[in-house]
């Protein structure tokens, strides 16, 4: 039928509706971006290091801020998991940032069951959303979802190899949680010594089966850039960059 026979048989108090853009399933993913900017991200991460190692200043590093932490002491008879939530806004985007650090960790002179806090919380994370999935009325658009989405594994940068307690940690968490190992304090050795440290800890870590994170590289715009980062895994942090930072 054409247009002029619709619009002679249109009623006189038909409406006629003007559209305030273009419409089109092209624009998807325009809304899916609007929809989620509108509603906030949330990022949980997991810092397992020694005490003292610099957890806390990274995280206040890599947001350019300063999270209240109390430092902790190396006599705590076992790990303790201390969880914390912030709000933080940039621009137009809300991030609702949740940090867990491993206090005491391997400050134990036993540390054979050091690990076993750490997959504990990991594994009630899981299980507190599997119920809320469950509920016969659940509201998942405005629970805190706090699973872990990636945990930070600060080395201690002894410049030879991983330590017993690094290997079991990670192999028991890497099905888990995605691992982005950190070699902390990387000043304190040379960089001779940094790079064949570094070499070590791949060849440890490949040897005995311990899955870390790999970037993705199916999108063409970042594949070189993420397959370079694959290839060398490690973020090397120096005191001395972190404190400059820290103050400007």
């Known amino acids: 039928m054409a247009v002029a026979e ?4 249109l009623a006189p108090e038909a409406r006629h509706l003007k559209l305030n853009g273009h419409v089109g399933f092209d624009s998807l993913p325009d809304q899916l971006v609007n929809k989620s900017v509108s509603q906030g991200f949330s990022f949980n991460i997991l810092c397992v290091g020694e005490t003292g190692i610099g957890k806390s200043t990274l995280m206040d590093t890599l947001f350019n801020t300063h999270f209240d932490s109390t430092p902790s002491t190396h006599d705590l008879p076992g790990v303790k998991l201390k ?3 912030y709000e933080l806004r940039e621009s137009n985007v809300n991030l609702k940032l949740t940090l867990v650090d491993t206090s005491g960790f391997g400050d134990q002179i036993n540390k054979e069951n050091s690990f076993e806090s750490i997959t ?3 594994n009630t994370q899981f299980e507190a959303y599997l119920q809320e999935e ?3 009325k659940r509201s ?3 629970y805190h979802d706090t699973r872990v989405h990636v945990c930070l594994y600060f080395i201690t940068p002894t410049g030879h190899s991983l330590k017993a307690l690094d290997l079991v940690t990670m192999k028991r968490l890497d ?6 190992p950190v070699i902390a304090k990387a000043d304190t050795i040379t960089k001779a010594e940094l790079q064949k440290f570094k ?3 791949m060849s440890e870590i490949t040897s005995n089966g ?3 994170y790999q970037f993705p590289t199916d999108d063409e715009t970042v594949a070189d850039l993420n397959s370079t980062m694959n290839v060398s895994i490690y973020l090397v942090i120096t005191m001395a960059h972190l404190q400059c930072s820290n103050s400007n």
């Open 6 to 9: 619709v619009q002679k048989n």
């Open 83 to 85: 969880s914390h939530t």
């Open 120 to 122: 504990d919380y990991i």
């Open 134 to 136: 469950l509920k016969i």
């Open 140 to 142: 998942l658009d405005t």
């Open 175 to 180: 099905s888990k949680v995605n691992i982005i």
């Open 199 to 201: 070499l070590k800890l």
């Open 210 to 212: 311990i899955q870390i």
